[in-house]
């Protein structure tokens, strides 16, 4: 039983073997031989080993099955089947490459792209504000000119252009005024007008926007704008108005000076008064405040080898200074009496009419040791930077004074009017000096008539000494404010 189902496989095989290669296919193979039912097992001496059979399952249709082997002949005695035709071979299409992965869609190309947009919205807005760019108007039914400065600036240069190719010495009479609701408002021409309307930027009435061409046919047409009127001027801030300070002020700052320092600190002391600078309405607090650094640039000057000058005021108002003359070298007696013997305001208190002023003097007197410890200061800055007593004060000082003294020269040196006169004798109404003025001989004959018909006198007659007393201090004599004094 085995031996046959042996032969019927090797006889399918040289069946199969017999067809050429490629011609042969799945479903011209001849049906397989049945299975037989399995065989009684043997002995198990005598059983041999056999692999199980399975029935093969036909290939796919559309795979084809080439076989390689060469043909072999036919076994003796073994039908020859007929070979059918070959078929043509079956040509499968290769297969699509794989489709590329789907992009992955981005968010950056999304906001470029609006950034792009927000950009040319942008420059187009631009354009049109200058210009560059015009839009329809649909209100109007035709293209209106931008607003903008360039668009402006070439209206009028086309209009300049178009009036001066027309004008003519007396200028022209426009026949046709224009589209006055278009054009530009009071922009006329400059001699004469345009003589042909313009539809889109003609002048408004035709007019002439500058006028004075005498012969402009049209100068009431079209009138211009008036100029705008500047704002009013803002009421500047006025300063506080500085109160008249008396004799009596003066010397009372003084006296409470003195009672404050130790008594072998006063005849030290020495003042110098701004009193009747700031009696003067007329010069203001920055110009006054520029006699304070002065004194100390002066004394600097004649005395460069003193390292530490006291120079500070005494009262609030800042109008009273005191110098400390250890300071400066200057402490010996006869130094400040250089100073007295060439001061033209000098007077002795203790019999002036006013009773507090002449007990003030008194004391003053006692306290500091001195004469008198107090000078103008604008005559000391004058006197003292000049020859004699800048010789005394400051012996190897150089004769060139600081930029800061030299400037004040000049406002001493003005003439001295009554107002000015009443002010540096300490008095409030100027009209008690021109009493005392008419009432003495002796003044009219030092020269102060000149003041009673609104004339002055000089600063040289107001101070001279020539005549053994100033005429300030006989004017302070007439006026019962002290007594003159000299000191030899």
């Given at each position: 039983?085995?031996?046959d189902?042996?032969?019927?496989?090797?006889?399918?095989?040289?069946?199969?073997?017999?067809?050429?290669?490629?011609?042969?296919?799945?479903?011209?193979?001849?049906?397989?031989?049945?299975?037989?039912?399995?065989q009684?097992?043997?002995?198990?001496?005598?059983?041999?080993?056999?692999?199980?059979?399975?029935?093969?399952?036909?290939?796919p249709?559309?795979?084809?099955?080439?076989?390689?082997?060469?043909?072999?002949?036919?076994?003796?005695?073994?039908?020859?089947?007929?070979?059918?035709?070959?078929?043509?071979?079956?040509?499968t299409?290769?297969?699509?490459?794989?489709?590329?992965?789907?992009?992955r869609?981005?968010?950056?190309?999304?906001?470029?792209?609006?950034?792009?947009l927000?950009?040319?919205?942008?420059?187009?807005?631009?354009?049109?504000?200058?210009?560059?760019?015009?839009?329809?108007?649909?209100?109007?039914?035709?293209?209106?000119?931008?607003?903008?400065?360039?668009?402006?600036?070439?209206?009028?240069?086309?209009?300049?252009?178009?009036?001066?190719?027309?004008?003519?010495?007396?200028?022209?009479?426009?026949?046709?005024?224009?589209?006055?609701?278009?054009?530009?408002?009071?922009c006329?021409?400059a001699g004469?007008?345009?003589p042909?309307?313009?539809?889109?930027?003609g002048?408004?009435?035709?007019?002439?926007?500058?006028a004075?061409?005498?012969?402009?046919?049209?100068?009431?047409?079209?009138?211009?704008?008036?100029?705008?009127?500047?704002?009013?001027?803002?009421?500047?801030?006025?300063?506080k108005?500085?109160?008249?300070?008396?004799?009596?002020?003066?010397?009372?700052?003084?006296?409470?000076?003195?009672?404050?320092?130790?008594?072998?600190?006063?005849k030290?002391?020495?003042?110098?008064?701004?009193?009747?600078?700031?009696?003067?309405?007329g010069?203001?607090?920055?110009?006054?405040?520029?006699?304070?650094?002065?004194?100390?640039?002066?004394?600097?000057?004649?005395q460069?080898?003193?390292?530490?000058?006291?120079?500070?005021?005494?009262?609030?108002?800042?109008?009273?200074?005191?110098?400390d003359?250890?300071?400066?070298?200057?402490?010996?007696?006869q130094?400040?009496?250089?100073?007295?013997?060439?001061?033209?305001?000098l007077l002795?208190?203790?019999?002036?009419?006013?009773a507090?002023?002449?007990?003030?003097?008194?004391e003053?007197?006692?306290?500091?040791?001195?004469?008198?410890?107090?000078?103008q200061?604008?005559?000391?800055?004058?006197?003292a930077?000049?020859?004699?007593?800048?010789?005394?004060?400051?012996?190897?000082?150089?004769?060139?004074?600081?930029d800061a003294?030299?400037?004040?020269?000049?406002?001493?040196?003005?003439?001295?009017?009554l107002?000015?006169?009443?002010?540096?004798?300490?008095?409030?109404?100027?009209?008690?000096?021109?009493?005392?003025?008419?009432?003495?001989?002796?003044?009219?004959?030092h020269?102060?008539?000149?003041?009673?018909?609104?004339?002055?006198?000089?600063?040289?007659d107001?101070?001279?000494?020539?005549?053994?007393?100033?005429?300030?201090?006989?004017?302070?004599?007439?006026?019962?404010?002290?007594?003159?004094?000299?000191v030899?």
């Open positions: 039983m085995n031996n189902t042996d032969a019927d496989n090797d006889n399918f095989d040289l069946i199969v073997d017999s067809v050429p290669p490629g011609t042969l296919n799945a479903a011209q193979l001849p049906p397989a031989p049945p299975a037989y039912p399995p009684q097992p043997a002995p198990p001496s005598e059983q041999p080993t056999y692999m199980p059979f399975q029935t093969l399952a036909p290939p249709a559309a795979a084809p099955v080439f076989l390689p082997q060469a043909p072999a002949a036919p076994a003796a005695g073994m039908p020859v089947f007929a070979a059918a035709a070959p078929a043509a071979p079956v040509q299409a290769p297969a699509p490459p794989p489709s590329p992965p789907a992009p869609r981005s968010r950056r190309g999304a906001i470029i792209g609006v950034l792009a927000l950009l040319a919205v942008n420059g187009v807005v631009v354009a049109h504000r200058y210009g560059l760019v015009t839009f329809p108007d649909l209100t109007s039914g035709g293209n209106k000119k931008s607003d903008g400065p360039l668009a402006k600036k070439s209206e009028e240069k086309g209009s300049k252009q178009a009036n001066n190719s027309t004008n003519t010495k007396g200028g022209k009479l426009n026949p046709n005024e224009g589209n006055p609701g278009v054009g530009n408002q009071g006329g021409n004469g007008d345009n042909g309307g313009n539809p889109i930027g002048n408004a009435g035709g007019g002439n926007a500058n004075g061409s005498p012969g402009d046919a049209n100068a009431g047409a079209g009138k211009p704008k008036p100029p705008e009127q500047p704002p009013p001027p803002q009421p500047q801030p006025q300063a108005p500085r109160p008249f300070k008396s004799t009596r002020d003066l010397l009372a700052a003084v006296q409470d000076h003195l009672l404050k320092l130790p008594e072998q600190d006063r030290f002391q020495r003042y110098f008064s701004l009193t009747h600078l700031s009696n003067d309405k010069l203001t607090d920055k110009q006054l405040d520029q006699y304070r650094p002065a004194l100390t640039a002066l004394v600097r000057h004649l460069p080898s003193k390292e530490t000058i006291s120079i500070e005021p005494i009262d609030p108002a800042r109008l009273v200074l005191c110098l003359l250890r300071t400066v070298g200057w402490e010996k007696l130094t400040w009496r250089e100073v007295l013997k060439r001061y033209p305001h002795v208190y203790g019999e002036a009419r006013n507090e002023v002449a007990d003030l003097g008194q003053i007197r006692e306290l500091s040791g001195s004469d008198m410890p107090i000078v200061l604008d005559w000391f800055l004058y006197a930077g000049r020859s004699p007593l800048r010789e005394k004060l400051g012996p190897d000082a150089d004769p060139q004074m600081p003294v030299a400037a004040l020269y000049q406002r001493y040196l003005r003439a001295v009017t107002e000015q006169a009443a002010r540096e004798l300490g008095l409030a109404d100027p009209q008690q000096l021109r009493s005392a003025v008419q009432a003495s001989q002796l003044l009219r004959t020269g102060l008539g000149a003041l009673l018909n609104g004339g002055s006198v000089s600063r040289q107001w101070t001279s000494l020539a005549r053994t007393f100033s005429p300030y201090q006989e004017a302070a004599e007439q006026l019962g404010l002290g007594t003159p004094y000299r030899d």
